[in-house]
């Protein structure tokens, strides 16, 4: 999910701790858990910060490690563990129990994301992205809107967020439903396909959809359950090339190749460079697929420029390029 609603579902969690009879009746531990429910929400987002240094880093690491299980078991102990440095007096188990629970939560609606997390570290680097709520969904960051402004006004807040818990369960199950759906719906219009990615956007009934037969890939979407095909690309394996070849040993494009599930290559060459391109199908936007992988090379096939993620015209992705050293 994106920062914001894990902030909120941090505060909701702080909320809920409330019934909690030890955290209840001990302000300074229900005050340090509202801290930790905080923290422990945003913390296996620390990866963001590989931005920093390039998108290949984030691309290739992010809802990596910091969510898998030795990182989900981490991250409670070692936000507790700082919290009692300052507050002695907090009764520790308690703090502790609340902290895995927002971290665990973190993860697990990560999980209902296109993007998905490798949850699973150590025992498997599989990505698990089960594509039915989008990255950011209005609703799901209302409900929680409401449920702090009823708590700001003085209604209890472990019975709120129970409440409002509960609606957003049902609505998880409407979103599975929906889902269904669409698959059930591609089935029908294409019957060969043999893997479907379905991507949710933050409309109920508008999905992006990517399909892969045995000669082709079909990019679709679906909108108030009718299935549009948008485009068609004919099924073609990476060629074994000194070209390609040299363009796989670039950062950006291995980290693309080891991200993207479904995506189609383009070679040009030109007077005095090649120019190879990795395109990922499952976001296309008003004709548009921004999320690409690009890397030039000169005739001896050095690298001269490349850059990989989401970039939304070609002007803009020339002008990446073009501020990159060579």
């Not at 001990?26 to 913390?43: H, K, N, R, W």
């Not at 936000?79 to 939560?105: C, D, G, K, M």
């Not at 690309?233 to 494009?253: G, L, M, R």
Request: hydrophobic share 45%; charged share 20%.
């Amino acid at each position: 999910m994106d920062t914001g609603t894990h902030v909120v579902m941090g505060l909701a969690l702080g909320g809920i701790a409330t019934l909690d009879p030890i955290v209840a009746t001990d302000p300074i531990t229900a005050q340090s858990i509202v801290v930790a429910t905080l923290v422990g929400s945003q913390a296996p987002d620390l990866d963001t910060i590989l931005k920093l240094r390039n998108n290949a880093k984030y691309i290739r690491n992010h809802r990596g490690i910091t969510h898998s299980i030795p990182a989900v078991l981490l991250w409670p102990i070692l936000i507790s563990a700082s919290i009692y440095f300052f507050v002695p007096e907090i009764n520790l188990l308690h703090l502790w129990i609340w902290t895995f629970i927002a971290v665990i939560l973190h993860v697990f609606v990560d999980i209902f994301n296109a993007y998905g997390t490798q949850a699973l570290r150590p025992f498997s680097n599989k990505w698990i992205a089960l594509g039915v709520i989008n990255t950011f969904d209005p609703f799901i960051f209302f409900m929680h809107i409401v449920g702090i402004i009823i708590w700001s006004y003085g209604a209890h807040p472990g019975y709120t967020f129970v409440l409002i818990y509960s609606i957003l369960v049902v609505y998880y199950l409407l979103r599975f439903h929906a889902r269904r759906k669409v698959s059930n719906h591609i089935l029908e219009k294409i019957p060969d396909a043999k893997e479907i990615i379905i991507s949710p956007t933050f409309r109920f009934h508008h999905w992006h959809i990517a399909v892969t037969t045995d000669q082709y890939f079909y990019v679709a979407r679906s909108k108030d359950h009718e299935i549009i095909i948008q485009d068609k690309f004919e099924k073609c394996p990476i060629p074994n090339t000194p070209v390609i070849e040299a363009a796989q040993k670039d950062e950006n494009i291995s980290a693309f190749l080891s991200f993207s599930p479904v995506y189609r290559w383009e070679v040009d060459e030109f007077a005095d460079h090649y120019e190879v391109r990795f395109i990922d199908l499952r976001y296309r936007s008003k004709g548009y697929y921004p999320f690409v992988a690009i890397v030039q090379l000169d005739q001896d096939l050095n690298i001269i420029s490349s850059y990989t993620g989401w970039i939304f015209s070609e002007e803009k992705l020339r002008r990446k390029l073009e501020l990159l050293p060579s």
